[in-house]
């Protein structure tokens, strides 16, 4: 008996996890660069910029560095990213915060 007690409160709690969608994949295209807003794609609602997490492979990043004559040289390692590009993104806390993995 306790065995198929323990099989309900699997089912209801993996059936619990799966309408609460903790995580979803999803694109995007921005729509302004500073501040960033994004486009969710399917719905063509924007999402608000308080609600967009970037990683580092989407934010301009530069390091400096010394040259073999001493100089100082800006490097760009990658660039902002600019109005019109797709971007993949996790949807996480039932749509509340979207983080932007990458660009598609």
């Given at each position: 008996?306790?065995?198929?007690?323990?099989s309900?409160?699997?089912q209801?709690?993996?059936?619990?996890?799966?309408?609460?969608k903790?995580?979803?994949?999803?694109?995007?295209?921005?729509?302004?660069?500073?501040?960033?807003?994004?486009?969710?794609?399917?719905?063509?609602?924007?999402?608000?910029?308080?609600?967009i997490?970037?990683?580092?492979?989407?934010?301009?990043?530069?390091?400096?560095?010394?040259?073999?004559?001493?100089?100082?040289?800006t490097v760009?390692?990658?660039?902002?990213?600019t109005?019109?590009?797709?971007?993949?993104?996790?949807?996480?806390?039932?749509?509340?915060?979207?983080?932007v993995?990458?660009?598609?």
């Open positions: 008996m306790s065995a198929d007690l323990l309900v409160l699997q209801i709690n993996q059936n619990g996890l799966k309408g609460m903790l995580c979803d994949l999803c694109f995007g295209t921005v729509a302004t660069a500073e501040p960033v807003t994004i486009i969710l794609e399917g719905t063509m609602q924007p999402i608000p910029t308080a609600a997490v970037l990683c580092d492979s989407v934010q301009a990043r530069q390091v400096v560095c010394t040259d073999s004559n001493g100089d100082t040289v760009p390692l990658s660039t902002a990213l109005v019109g590009e797709r971007v993949i993104m996790l949807r996480c806390s039932q749509g509340q915060q979207f983080l993995l990458s660009r598609a």
